[in-house]
């Protein structure tokens, strides 16, 4: 599967996030190196901080599968420039990326920006740093 069908995923999967309270409705489509798509939308909740990201939705659902090798993920709101993934979505790609991984960022127009996961989040905490510390 190709970038640009991977972005058509994550904008049919779209279509199933639950947003009464932002009406933003986003779609998130990873590919496993495997082959697999998991799918993802962001799902809210009246107490609003425990409402998830359609891209933290599809990354959980693939590593409670047993699934850790990732080739790209596709992302897709309708927003004037391509959506940028939130911090802390970015910090749980990072846990599970590797830092060549590609992003890609999209609107409903299809203007894409596809960024490494480098790029998305540079200088990032990480388990190295936990390690570095338990001498
Ligand atoms: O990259 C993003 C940015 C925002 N949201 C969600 C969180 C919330 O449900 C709504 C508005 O922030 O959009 C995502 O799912 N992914
Ligand atoms: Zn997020």
Do not use: W
């Amino acid at each position: 599967m190709d970038k640009q069908a991977l972005i058509e995923e994550a904008k049919k999967i779209r279509e199933n996030a639950y947003v009464p309270y932002s009406k933003f409705p986003v779609g998130a489509a990873l590919l496993t190196k495997s082959g697999k798509v998991y799918y993802g939308c962001n799902i809210e909740n009246a107490a609003y901080p425990v409402s998830l990201c359609a891209e933290r939705v599809a990354i959980f659902k693939a590593i409670s599968d047993g699934e850790y090798e990732f080739d790209q993920l596709a992302v897709v709101a309708d927003t004037e420039r391509p959506v940028p993934p939130c911090g802390s979505c970015r910090q749980v790609m990072s846990e599970f990326f590797t830092k060549d991984l590609m992003i890609h960022t999209s609107n409903l127009r299809h203007d894409t920006k596809s960024v490494t996961m480098e790029e998305l989040l540079p200088f990032s905490f990480s388990q190295d740093d936990l390690e570095s510390s338990q001498k």
